[in-house]
């Protein structure tokens, strides 16, 4: 990756390039050239309700952090995107061009100007606002309450889909009210006859939200399986911020048009043996599951607490070495992402996945709590968790209970 200085050279250079041709001598302007990068890369999270500190919408908005966004883009801190180049293309890869950033910079040098409003694009939705039209909303049934601080244990509802047929999911938003206190929540598939209302469950996972994450839209002819009379249990982890808050979570759904070719599945692979010694900055864990079957990987989610520092998934083929499909390097207990491959990559049946997790329990890591424990599992965030969740395609017949085995 480029140092900062480097990425102003070579993003004013490709302005430079591209000025003449595109027609705005004087430079890029807001309306004209900004705004939509904006708006494809940034107003997911920077609009209001949601997770950034500031919308950036509106040229009232963005005027006064021209200069903070400059710096941002520069040093690659926004927007947040964490995988190595070195390992796999993803369909939702929010990093900038060269371009992008030297429009930006080139923008901001010149005095952020406005310029005119009928050169604005139409604004697209974000790729991972809200879902625009979902068939259903099942919202959390009543508000919880978050003090201000302590420890809140996890809270989890039963929620009735009250469908009566079985239901095929092409896509999935958890969306809290008050993101500012919200961890982490899962949303389990609970089916007719069951009774359990919290994990360790081989039950399926509709969705999971994490901070900075986008909503579940799975490929056209894939889809997650709901049958009918299942509840979905919604499980919350809230961790206090200093403010009161109250947060009534809702679940959007949106119905597939026909019945997919393929089930998708969230698996997940754990190692809850962890043990991190006082002061150790590198400690590391690595768990693993082998395939019964093929399926098409589709996309992950890493997840860990204040500790975590990087984390990789490896692809083993029978008597093959590692093969690096996903490596964040710079883990970000703020920023959780989702990775979802640019195209689906199969796993032939006795394939082994691996996911490897490094973490920082050094006084170095400015989030760690204390860095004279010695950490374990635990359900809060100054615990240690290790999880890596995976998406993916079957056959729709495949029963989730029995598909991944680990080892």
């Not at 409003?117 to 790729?127: C, I, L, R, S, T």
């Not at 625009?132 to 509802?157: N, W």
């Amino acid at each position: 990756m480029e140092s900062g200085d480097g990425v102003i050279r070579s993003a004013r250079l490709w302005v430079w390039l591209l000025l003449p041709s595109a027609g705005f001598a004087a430079g890029p302007t807001f309306f004209h050239d900004v705004a939509p990068i904006l708006q494809k890369h940034c107003q997911s999270c920077h609009r209001p309700g949601d997770i950034a500190p500031m919308p950036l919408i509106s040229y009232q908005d963005v005027r006064p952090w021209a200069k903070a966004i400059r710096a941002a883009v520069v040093n690659r801190k926004m927007p947040p995107w964490f995988a190595d180049v070195c390992c796999g293309t993803f369909a939702n890869d929010r990093s900038l061009t060269t371009v992008e950033i030297g429009m930006i910079l080139s923008w901001a040098d010149n005095g952020a100007p406005m310029g005119d409003q009928a050169d604005g694009k139409p604004a697209a939705n974000p790729p991972n606002v809200a879902l625009r039209s979902p068939d259903v909303i099942l919202p959390m049934p009543q508000a919880f309450a978050v003090p201000a601080k302590g420890e809140v244990a996890y809270q989890r509802y039963v929620i009735p889909t009250g469908s009566k047929a079985d239901r095929w999911i092409q896509a999935a938003e958890v969306r809290p009210t008050a993101r500012g206190v919200v961890h982490h929540a899962v949303v389990y598939v609970r089916e007719p006859g069951e009774t359990w209302t919290q994990g360790p469950t081989k039950a399926d996972i509709l969705s999971v939200y994490t901070p900075g994450s986008e909503p579940d839209v799975w490929p056209e002819g894939m889809a997650k399986f709901v049958p009918a009379g299942s509840a979905l249990i919604l499980e919350l982890h809230y961790t206090p911020n200093g403010k009161p808050a109250t947060d009534q979570t809702r679940i959007s759904l949106q119905f597939a048009k026909s019945a997919p070719h393929k089930r998708v599945l969230t698996l997940q692979l754990n190692n809850t043996k962890l043990l991190i010694p006082p002061g150790d900055a590198n400690y590391h864990v690595t768990t693993s599951g082998t395939m019964p079957n093929d399926a098409l990987l589709l996309g992950f989610l890493p997840h860990m607490h204040l500790r975590g520092k990087a984390f990789e998934y490896d692809r083993i083929a029978p008597g093959g070495a590692p093969e690096p499909l996903l490596r964040i390097n710079k883990f970000d207990f703020h920023n959780q992402l989702s990775y979802k491959l640019s195209n689906p990559l199969l796993l032939k049946k006795g394939t082994r996945l691996s996911a490897t997790a490094w973490y920082d329990n050094s006084s170095n890591n400015p989030r760690n709590p204390d860095p004279t424990k010695e950490v374990h599992w635990g359900e809060q965030s100054w615990d240690e968790m290790m999880v890596g969740f995976f998406d993916v395609a079957v056959e729709p017949s495949v029963d989730k209970k029995a598909f991944f085995v680990r080892q």
